[in-house]
């Protein structure tokens, strides 16, 4: 078992750029969720999703997209790449909502120069 | 207001002590509160769940105090393996809400 696979594990982006960062998991897991991690701060939810066909916005959803066609994968669009979007990012999975146990994959360390 | 409120830290402590955190959490409706713990450039796991009752794992206490809104993490007999930041976590509904860590180091 994988569990939760992110990739790429780091990338440099140019301002204006387009990319998506991958999430697969292999938990069989319903919920799913993107986090960004800024520098000596807290995790901050941009998306999640509760199951195939149906996502959320979180707390900071501009300048992101996120398509959940199956499961397994939750990719997260970062469309027009601005610095303010240099964080790390962190794919999360839950077995049944706020109430269950969090588990990460290892983060993808973006930097838009 | 921030739902979850952390003191950042960091704690310096020796090896050998022990030494406690706090977090305080807004919303009075919250039903579940973890603490996580994140090495440095590495993705947060589960520590402990924080029940009414308190409870305890090994070296590692915790307790919610549901009047007051604060649950509690204590360390005892800190290890320097120990050293990394601690995450105060609120889970409601559909999500998580994490608080921005306290940063523990442990020294010799």
């Known amino acids: 078992n994988a569990g939760v696979t992110q990739t790429p594990k780091f990338r440099i982006l140019k301002i204006g750029q387009s990319m998506t960062l991958q999430c697969a998991q292999d938990?069989?897991?319903?919920?799913m969720y993107w986090y960004r991690q800024d520098p000596g701060m807290g995790l901050k939810l941009i998306y999640y999703?509760?199951?195939?066909?149906?996502?959320d916005k979180g707390e900071v959803p501009n300048g992101y997209n996120v398509s959940r066609s199956t499961t397994e994968d939750f990719p997260l669009r970062l469309e027009l790449a601005a610095p303010s979007q240099t964080s790390v990012y962190f794919c999360?999975?839950?077995?049944?909502?706020?109430?269950?146990?969090?588990?990460f994959g290892q983060g993808t360390r973006l930097t838009v120069v | 207001r921030k739902e979850v409120e952390q003191d950042p830290g960091p704690f310096n402590v020796p090896e050998g002590a022990t030494v406690a955190f706090n977090c305080t959490y807004s919303?009075?409706?919250?039903?579940?509160f973890f603490w996580y713990r994140q090495d440095c450039r590495k993705e947060p796991k589960l520590l402990m769940s924080?029940?009414?009752s308190g409870n305890e794992d090994g070296r590692f206490t915790a307790q919610l105090n549901r009047a007051s809104q604060y649950i509690s993490l204590l360390i005892r007999d800190s290890k320097l393996s120990d050293s990394a930041t601690y995450l105060c976590?609120?889970?409601?509904?559909?999500?998580?809400?994490f608080g921005t860590g306290t940063q523990l180091k442990v020294e010799l």
């Open positions: 999360a999975t839950l077995l049944g909502g706020g109430n269950t146990e969090a588990f």
């Open positions: 938990m069989n897991h319903n919920y």
């Open positions: 999703s509760v199951g195939a066909g149906i996502t």
């Open positions: 919303n009075s409706a919250s039903q579940s």
């Open positions: 924080v029940y009414s």
């Open positions: 976590v609120e889970g409601g509904g559909n999500k998580l809400t």
